[in-house]
């Protein structure tokens, strides 16, 4: 677990809707996305690797659980200096060896238990852990919670092309993208 002060320890009230209201649904206003059922993560680009955080501190103590050392190889990529300052809110998710998302139980005995035994029981199963990333915080150190998504994505799209490791969910906009 660590403490950082650049990581919020809260998660905002993202709006669940589904498109059988078809005039929001076509309204390039609204951006629907595929809701994946992980852990509400933040990710931390201010340092020499990508920092994955529960927003949620350790029960045990007042910091933060961070996951980083169970997704594999996530310690070995580099930040790229052009992203220092940058925190991100994503979805921490698991895949098994075909690519479906694991149940959420199967998740939480991931990211619950050490990392030896998480690493372990990944290696075992099969399953991989992923990340996907929607939101921004902080871009290259300025606070980017009250932008306009438009401009987020664009974040995230740089982001995910310079890590990979770090996917964005199909974000249909306007009209003909959404059908």
Do not use: C
């Not at 809707?17 to 951006?31: F, I, Q, S």
């Not at 915080?137 to 770090?166: A, I």
């Amino acid at each position: 677990t660590e403490s950082n002060p650049q990581i919020p320890t809260d998660k905002p009230d993202y709006k669940e809707d589904t498109p059988k209201n078809l005039d929001k649904y076509l309204d390039e206003r609204y951006v629907f996305q595929p809701k994946i059922d992980g852990a509400h993560v933040l990710i931390d680009l201010n340092k020499e690797y990508p920092r994955v955080f529960s927003y949620r501190p350790s029960s045990r103590s007042d910091r933060l659980i961070q996951h980083t050392y169970r997704i594999q190889g996530l310690d070995q990529v580099k930040v790229p200096e052009e992203l220092k300052g940058t925190v991100l809110r994503g979805e921490l998710y698991g895949v098994d060896e075909k690519g479906k998302t694991i149940s959420t139980s199967e998740l939480g005995a991931l990211l619950n238990s050490t990392v030896a035994n998480s690493k372990r029981s990944q290696e075992i199963s099969g399953y991989a852990l992923k990340n996907m990333i929607f939101d921004v915080v902080k871009w290259k150190g300025k606070d980017f919670s009250e932008k306009n998504y438009r401009d987020k994505q664009e974040v995230l799209n740089e982001v995910s092309t310079l890590l990979p490791q770090f996917q964005i969910p199909p974000s249909p906009v306007d009209r003909i993208e959404k059908r």
